[in-house]
């Protein structure tokens, strides 16, 4: 099971870092693509890292890393929400996701420990609760015009409205995961506090492009990131609970 559990968790990580790092180095020396070099750079820290990144961890060790197990599991839970909204379940192939998680949970190896949470760490899962209305109301406007564009729009074709809605979402429930006070906890913080940060800055750099987010947005976007990072280094987590 353990064997069955680390396969898959790393075949997964290392498919999704494979299917967003090439695209988005490839905007930006491609002229055809580089309308989608936002999208693509999100990707990146919202796909790659956040979900791809946390599988690699999980599948080095499954016991004790829950906290990144639970980042991942938040990822493909916002994904699916997104697909849904977004009019895009199947064909965006977003249904690939819950299929995906049934598995992670039933191939676990500590599956009985999933939902061994010895708390939550209070400042994190406020960071959690203050993103979420700002997230929600980006992910809505990006499901719309994935919902309602037209399929001339390239945007539309390669499903990045759904996307970028799906990684708005993926914050704040990642946030959530992070707060648990579970094994793994800081290294969940981490990669949620620099998807958040990498999003921020990405949309600060490429803000003429379509998906970015506002200024004041951005800004806060990154502030927000750094913030899990220092929540979570200046005493969230217990040695216990590290140490593994």
């Known amino acids: ?6 396969i898959v968790a790393g075949v997964l990580g290392v498919a999704v870092i494979g299917l967003t790092l090439p695209f988005a180095v490839g905007t930006f020396f491609s002229d055809p693509d580089q309308i989608h070099r936002l999208h693509g750079v999100a990707g990146v820290f919202a796909s790659g890292l956040l979900l791809g ?6 599948a080095r060790k499954p016991e004790s890393r829950i906290g990144p197990f639970w980042v ?22 977003w249904f690939t996701a819950p299929i995906a998680l049934a598995i992670l949970i039933a191939l676990h190896p500590a599956r009985s420990a999933l939902l061994r949470i010895e708390g ?6 406020l960071l959690a ?8 109301a980006f992910a809505l406007t990006q499901a719309e015009l994935q919902r309602n564009g037209f399929v001339s729009d390239p945007h ?4 990045h409205y759904s996307g970028m809605a799906s990684y708005a979402l993926s914050l704040p429930l990642a946030a959530v995961a992070a ?3 579970v094994p793994g906890r800081r290294i969940a913080a981490w990669i949620v506090g620099v998807t958040a940060a990498g999003l921020g800055l990405a949309s600060l750099l490429l803000s003429d492009y379509p998906g970015a987010f506002e200024p004041v947005w951005s800004w806060l976007a990154l502030g927000w990131g750094l913030a899990i990072v220092i929540v979570a280094q200046l005493g969230g987590c217990s040695e216990t609970l590290e140490a593994a």
């Not at 939550?120 to 899962?125: C, L, N, Q, S, Y």
């Not at 609760?129 to 929600?136: D, E, G, H, I, N």
């Open 1 to 6: 099971m353990r064997r069955a559990f680390r």
């Open 53 to 58: 990144g946390s599988l690699l961890v999980c």
């Open 72 to 93: 991942a599991v938040a990822s493909g839970v916002a994904s699916t929400l997104a697909g849904v909204v977004s009019g895009d379940f199947v064909s965006g192939g």
């Open 120 to 125: 939550i760490d209070v400042p994190t899962a």
């Open 129 to 136: 609760l203050v993103a979420v209305v700002p997230a929600v």
């Open 156 to 159: 539309v074709e390669f499903h």
């Open 179 to 181: 707060a648990m006070l």
